[in-house]
């Protein structure tokens, strides 16, 4: 399987890791770490050497109750840090945004993956982005707004709503000249969910698989771990630990972390159990 990122092929036939690069005061565990540019390009070559195959660039929080950010501030933080590290990485980069004005922007400073974490409050406009410039798309399942989301967890069958959602996106997507094999999808943990709508997300994990797209989990430090766990965020290393096991095991192809060194060991340990010829 790959994900084809305008003029490059990611191969996913052993799941790739993508580090979480939060270039922001206030994500949720690691807030204000990397909002300095070179810090954030040092850690993010860091990652690289680490095992990780993309870097996911990210200029706002999406954490429930975050303030949003202004567009030119989102621009502000992510491009000199995604103008820097294509000079320095053959690694692809993603933007992880819900604004068209700050995907184009990051796409047109190197960036060939979009991660979409606007759900079903999408911008028509991003879907034009994604076409005309034949980035790779991520497709997250998200409801509201980070100050709102937390309210908007009454579904029926969680994961059948989310199944039509991101069926649904990837259909419109294509129907527009955007190349199934440049779509990805991610039901969004922690997004608009409690802890047990994650819980069951990750234990139904095979009927997003069984879309066909290559399918990115998303529980890095997550709340429903710190649920179960009853450990603030940064003391979940063990519980994204099975979480990421567990989604490989049922065909997870992109883990989307923070701790690359140790996620990578997971990752290659999952695959030499289930998948030897790709270990
Ligand atoms: N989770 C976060 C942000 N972006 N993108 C995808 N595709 N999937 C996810 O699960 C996902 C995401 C939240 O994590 P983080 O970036 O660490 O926190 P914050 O949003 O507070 O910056």
Do not use: C
Not at 48 to 69: C, F, L, M, Y
Not at 113 to 135: F, H, Y
Not at 264 to 270: G, I, P
């Amino acid at each position: 399987m790959i994900l084809r990122a305008r003029d490059v092929s990611i191969v996913l036939d052993r799941p790739v890791v993508m580090g979480i690069l939060n270039v922001t005061p206030d994500s949720f565990s690691d807030g204000g770490l990397w909002l300095d540019p070179q810090r954030a390009i040092d850690h993010a070559l860091e990652m690289v050497a680490d095992g990780a195959g993309i870097i996911d660039v990210g200029g706002e929080s999406t954490r429930p109750g975050a303030e949003p950010v202004p567009a030119e501030e989102e621009l502000r933080r992510v491009l000199p840090v995604i103008e820097n590290l294509v000079r320095e990485t053959d690694v692809p980069l993603s933007i992880d945004t819900r604004k068209p004005s700050v995907a184009e922007a990051a796409i047109d400073a190197g960036a060939t993956i979009v991660n979409d974490t606007s759900g079903e409050q999408l911008d028509p406009d991003m879907d034009k982005i994604i076409a005309s410039t034949g980035a790779a798309i991520i497709i997250m399942h998200s409801r509201g707004t980070p100050a709102t989301m937390r309210e908007l967890t009454q579904y029926g069958d969680i994961v059948a709503n989310v199944v039509a959602f991101l069926q649904r996106r990837a259909d419109e997507l294509q129907s527009i000249g955007v190349a199934r094999d440049a779509i990805a999808i991610d039901p969004g943990f922690g997004f608009a969910k409690d802890a047990g709508q994650s819980l069951t997300m990750l234990r139904r994990f095979e009927e997003f698989v069984a879309l066909g797209y290559p399918v990115l989990a998303g529980t890095s430090r997550k709340s429903f771990i710190g649920a179960v766990l009853d450990t603030n965020e940064a003391d979940r290393l063990e519980g994204t630990a099975v979480t990421v096991g567990l989604a490989v095991a049922k065909g997870a192809r992109i883990v989307r972390v923070h701790d690359v060194r140790e996620m990578s060991r997971v990752v290659r340990m999952a695959t030499a159990v289930i998948d030897p010829d790709n270990a």
